[in-house]
């Protein structure tokens, strides 16, 4: 863990990462509002080589388009920029929400068939896990045994399906078969709230069956 930055951002507090590929080399994963300027306030001199993204909720991209600006990362995700699937206009027409958010272009789209990934010299796993979103991806670091698993799986909850595009037969499906299949000692870092771990979660996790 000492290799990994968190920022929490936003208005609902959406956990972005920086993963220390080098000596002065990074990989971002997600990005909450304000990210950016953060990084930028405490290392003007960085290098962010990619940024990988869960899913495209309005609240991991908001800082998507001021990443790329900023750091000239490239951006990776499981479709290309689509309006639907940030929700911003269900949170301007149903919540009251004001979102600002630019839209951005997604550099590489992982698709199905792609599996696996050399970010930053790291070999990365790629989970495709929807359920939660139809684009959702759970970015796997075997050797670190680390998990970065967005809205699919949080330390004692799970994402919620109840928007659209959710299906809670498929993400229950998924999670059983291509994250909790994982060693139990690999670590969790959520889109949202603290880190947990495999085992914690198929001990405590009442959403867990």
């Known amino acids: 863990m000492d290799r990994i930055r968190v920022y929490t951002g936003g208005i ?13 080399s990074y990989v971002a994963i997600d990005a909450p509002e304000g990210f950016a300027q953060w ?8 290098k962010i080589t990619d940024l990988l993204i869960t899913h495209q ?6 800082d998507a388009a001021e990443m790329k600006r900023l750091f000239g990362c490239k951006i990776h995700a ?14 301007h027409n149903s919540w009251g929400v004001p979102i600002n958010l630019k839209a951005f272009e997604v550099d590489e789209v992982l698709g199905d068939d792609i599996h696996t990934a050399n970010w930053g010299g790291l070999l990365w796993h ?4 929807p359920g939660h979103s139809p684009d959702s991806i759970v970015y796997n670091l075997p050797d670190e045994e680390l998990m970065f698993t967005g809205d699919v799986l949080f330390a004692g909850s799970i994402g919620r399906t109840d928007l ?4 809670s037969r498929l993400l229950n499906h998924e999670l059983q078969t291509k994250v909790l299949t994982q060693p139990a000692t690999t670590r969790i870092l959520p889109g949202h709230g603290p880190y947990s771990t495999i085992k914690s979660e198929l001990l405590t996790n009442p959403f867990i069956s």
Do not use: Q, W
């Not at 609902?12 to 002065?24: D, H, I, V, W």
């Not at 909720?57 to 908001?62: A, I, P, T």
């Not at 790629?126 to 896990?129: D, F």
């Open 12 to 24: 609902a507090s959406c956990n972005g990462y920086l993963m220390k590929t080098g000596e002065n």
């Open 39 to 46: 990084i930028l306030a405490r290392k003007p001199d960085i």
């Open 57 to 62: 909720h309005f609240d991991h991209v908001e």
């Open 78 to 91: 499981g479709s290309a920029y689509n309006e639907d699937l940030t929700l911003i206009k269900l949170a």
């Open 126 to 129: 790629i989970h495709h896990v």
């Open 164 to 167: 659209p595009g959710g299906n």
